[in-house]
């Protein structure tokens, strides 16, 4: 038995959730879907395999970039969690996009993870979240998770959210400021590929998925969204998204 745990998470929160539920299984693996340059790894995943697959919730559902490479690799019957993650809002679609794709892959899902951490567009959402307290709750599905797959049973739970899901284009493309260095990071870091290594002032629209960890990484703060879009989007969340949401297994 190996376990691994499959991640997209461009801003860290996905990450620390994804840590946090696998805290008790042994032998685990990390494969970084959210690589600029991810290729499938040659690891043979078989049906004595338990993995785990994290994705954040973008707008609804599960960023493409990061279903497009789950599905370039092949589950061969592994079982399997799907965890994702949102910004004190709703999961809505991303789990359902995540089966399907899982699915497809040859991945059989046992087991849905719903978990809140900070919003990574409008931090001040789930601030500090996956706090201490979020952590040992995950801590405790993970070993729930891992006790059914070690009981042998591979029954699914109702996954919650609409399949076959349409791509969105992403609504705010981050732009840089005096403050920008010319450093290089933001380039090197976007997991797809969407800043010019000629110019990194210019974020190709038609790639960004605006994940936010050009902003986030940025050493000098040059890189942000329209502030005006942001506050405006701000009031309207602020009723939705205040109130502390609480992470959900299903089992």
């Given at each position: 038995?190996?376990?691994f ?7 860290g ?44 919730a973008?707008e ?14 092949q ?21 359902a ?14 087991a ?20 201490d ?52 990071l ?16 210019v ?28 506050a405006?989007?701000?009031d ?15 089992l």
């Open positions: 038995m190996t376990c745990q499959l991640i997209f998470s461009p801003t929160g996905t990450e620390r959730v994804a840590k946090a539920l696998t805290e008790t299984w042994p032998n685990v693996q990390t494969i970084d879907l959210s690589a600029q340059n991810f290729t499938a790894p040659a690891i043979p995943f078989s049906a004595d395999d338990l993995v785990l697959i994290a994705m954040p973008f609804a559902m599960a960023p493409q970039p990061a279903l497009d490479r789950l599905a370039l690799l589950g061969n019957g592994a079982r399997c969690a799907l965890a994702a993650v949102y910004g004190n809002r709703a999961v809505d679609n991303t789990l996009q995540m089966e399907d794709y899982a699915r497809n892959a040859g991945f059989q899902p046992i849905t993870v719903s978990a809140v951490a900070a919003h990574s567009l409008l931090p001040e959402f789930a601030a500090g979240r996956p706090d307290t979020d952590c040992q709750q995950l801590a405790v599905f993970g070993k729930q998770i891992l006790e059914k797959f070690t009981s042998g049973s591979d029954t699914c739970p109702p996954i919650p959210g609409e399949h076959n899901c349409k791509a969105k284009r992403a609504g705010l493309i981050p732009t840089v400021n005096a403050n920008c260095i010319s450093c290089g933001c380039a090197r870091e976007c997991p797809v590929g969407a800043i010019s290594y000629d110019n990194f002032t974020t190709d629209p038609s790639k960004c998925i605006t994940c936010m960890r050009c902003v986030s990484r940025c050493p000098v703060h040059a890189r942000s969204v329209d502030a005006a879009i942001v405006r989007v701000t309207f969340l602020r009723a939705r998204c205040s109130d502390r949401k609480e992470n959900e297994l299903l």
